[in-house]
Nanobody, 119 residues
Framework: QVQLVESGGGLVQAGGSLRLSCAAS????????MGWFRQAPGKEREFVAS????????DYGDSVKGRFTIFTNSAKNTVYLQMNSLKPEDTAVYYC????????????WGQGTQVTVSS
């Protein structure tokens, strides 16, 4: 069993920054990948970023490339999403998730944290 708890969301003005945290409990295998997704009202869930739990090469959704950075601290069992140059369209509930590398589906999900970007 893996439990994921997001934190760090809040209200920020356009152009500002936030750092989201995802605290993981239970065993995370080195072959797992961590991901961030978001869902805005009335829209489908959107992929934001992913990275191997051990660290390394990250993937990003086109809408956040160059602005967001995902990274892990395995000693703290935490994955982060650094969000810079925020835009109003980044407003959404952000979810942390975990999956086996090589698989397409995420098996574990957090409860989400709200990010609101004002113009």
């Amino acid at each position: 069993q893996v439990q994921l708890v997001e934190s760090g969301g809040g209200l920020v003005q356009a152009g500002g920054s936030l750092r989201l945290s995802c605290a993981a409990s239970g065993h995370i295998f080195s072959t797992y990948a961590m991901g961030w997704f978001r869902q805005a009202p009335g829209k489908e869930r959107e992929f934001v970023a992913s990275i191997p739990w051990r660290g390394g090469s990250a993937d990003y959704g086109d809408s956040v490339k160059g602005r967001f950075t995902i990274f892990t601290n395995s000693a703290k069992n935490t994955v982060y999403l650094q969000m810079n140059s925020l835009k109003p369209e980044d407003t959404a509930v952000y979810y942390c998730a975990a999956r086996r590398m090589g698989l397409s589906t995420y098996d574990y999900w957090g409860q989400g944290t709200q990010v609101t970007v004002s113009s």
